[in-house]
């Protein structure tokens, strides 16, 4: 597959088959996405790539908590225009697919939860960092955040190519201090994104949404 099929293929999957994806073939992949560039060649990538028992063990803990959800990276995620408008596009869009009327609060949350459950995934890609790393002199360093947004895109090309669906996923790790317990993973590893991986279930219609992008002549000056 050209690089600009697999960029053209790619979408993210929110219904996975559960059939396993062989070791190899994630091997494969983040061998692979180890090329991705990084500031300095600082790779401040950390991956963690976890499949069957632990997998299980990890959506069971994340559904029966009751504690309530926060993410790693640091900062408020607000949406101003015009970026809250692609925003509520996607999010009704997929609501449309499910039939979920947007003011079904309960369906929401159910539908949400699936998100914890990496969407059914049979695998799972975290990607982290290390704190040391992120807070340099008590400021923020976003490098390593950035670097990580290129070996991700990275793995999810690779993954398409393998015939594999993805998402990069901020809803996995909204429990994170479970996933860093049940992963022996002391507090100072954090969790940027997963990316839930497996064969997409192309029968979901929530894998029937397609995202838009605004034009080249509204995002790209030439000079
Ligand atoms: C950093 C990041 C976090 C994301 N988190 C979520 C998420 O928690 N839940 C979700 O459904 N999609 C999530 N997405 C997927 C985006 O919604 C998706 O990439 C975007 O709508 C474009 O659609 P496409 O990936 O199908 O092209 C995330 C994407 C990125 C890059």
Same mark, same amino acid.
């Given at each position: 597959?050209?690089?600009? !099929?697999?960029?053209?293929?790619?979408?993210?999957?929110?219904?996975?088959?559960?059939? /396993?994806?062989?070791?190899?073939?994630?091997?494969?992949?983040?061998?692979?996405?180890?090329?991705?560039?990084?500031?300095? @060649?600082?790779?401040?990538?950390?991956?963690?790539?976890?499949?069957?028992?632990?997998?299980? !063990?990890?959506?069971?803990?994340?559904?029966? *908590?009751?504690?309530?959800?926060?993410?790693?990276?640091?900062?408020?995620?607000?949406?101003?225009?015009?970026?809250?408008?692609?925003?509520?596009?996607?999010?009704?869009?997929?609501?449309?697919?499910?039939?979920?009327?947007? !003011?079904?609060? !309960?369906?929401?949350?159910?539908?949400?939860?699936?998100?914890? *459950?990496?969407?059914?995934?049979?695998?799972?890609?975290?990607?982290?960092?290390?704190?040391?790393?992120?807070?340099? *002199? *008590?400021?923020? @360093?976003?490098?390593?955040?950035?670097?990580?947004?290129?070996?991700?895109?990275?793995?999810?090309?690779?993954?398409?190519?393998?015939? &594999?669906?993805?998402?990069?996923?901020?809803?996995?790790?909204?429990?994170?201090?479970?996933?860093?317990?049940?992963? @022996? &993973?002391?507090?100072?590893?954090?969790?940027?994104?997963?990316? /839930?991986?497996?064969?997409?279930?192309?029968?979901?219609?929530?894998?029937?949404?397609?995202?838009?992008?605004?034009?080249?002549?509204?995002?790209?000056?030439?000079?």
């Amino acid at each position: 597959m050209d690089v600009i !099929e697999a960029v053209n293929k790619r979408r993210s999957i929110r219904a996975f088959k559960s059939d /396993p994806v062989p070791e190899a073939i994630l091997k494969r992949i983040v061998e692979a996405a180890l090329h991705a560039p990084s500031a300095s @060649n600082s790779q401040p990538w950390e991956l963690a790539v976890v499949s069957g028992a632990k997998m299980a !063990e990890i959506k069971k803990a994340v559904a029966e *908590n009751s504690g309530r959800p926060s993410v790693d990276m640091p900062g408020a995620i607000q949406y101003p225009e015009p970026y809250a408008s692609r925003r509520a596009a996607v999010m009704a869009g997929a609501l449309e697919k499910l039939g979920i009327p947007r !003011e079904d609060k !309960e369906a929401r949350a159910k539908w949400g939860m699936q998100g914890a *459950n990496v969407w059914g995934a049979p695998s799972c890609i975290y990607i982290m960092i290390d704190r040391a790393f992120l807070y340099v *002199n *008590n400021e923020i @360093n976003i490098w390593p955040a950035f670097d990580c947004g290129a070996i991700t895109q990275t793995i999810l090309l690779l993954a398409t190519e393998q015939g &594999l669906g993805t998402i990069p996923a901020v809803q996995p790790v909204l429990y994170p201090d479970i996933i860093r317990e049940k992963l @022996n &993973l002391p507090a100072s590893k954090l969790f940027v994104v997963a990316i /839930p991986i497996g064969y997409p279930d192309r029968d979901h219609p929530v894998n029937e949404l397609r995202t838009t992008r605004e034009p080249l002549d509204k995002m790209v000056t030439f000079y």
